[in-house]
């Protein structure tokens, strides 16, 4: 068991594969948080301007502790 956790510890990845393992990462991260957002958007309502812009992308970004924010304060 060690054996095989240190050869995928010790595996060495290019910078153009490490990008693209990130991209592939992103991408469905990014869709859930963009669908999240879109059906909770009452949080958003009272804002205007930079503010909106803010809140939009902090609520994309941060969806899975928001999950978890409104389920625990139901």
């Known amino acids: 068991m060690l054996r095989r956790l240190d ?5 060495e990845m ?3 594969e490490f990008l ?3 991209i592939i990462l992103a991408i ?5 948080g963009v669908i999240w957002t879109y059906t909770h958007t009452s949080h ?5 301007g930079a503010d909106l812009v803010v ?3 902090g609520s994309i970004v941060c ?3 928001l999950t978890f924010a409104n ?3 139901t």
Not at 7 to 11: G, M, Q, T, V
Not at 44 to 48: A, I
């Open 14 to 16: 290019k910078v153009s």
């Open 55 to 57: 809140s939009f992308l």
């Open 63 to 65: 969806w899975p502790v």
């Open 71 to 73: 389920v625990t304060m």
């Open 20 to 22: 693209g393992t990130l």
């Open 28 to 32: 469905p991260y990014g869709l859930v």
């Open 44 to 48: 958003l309502r009272d804002l205007h």
């Open 7 to 11: 050869r995928f510890l010790s595996y």
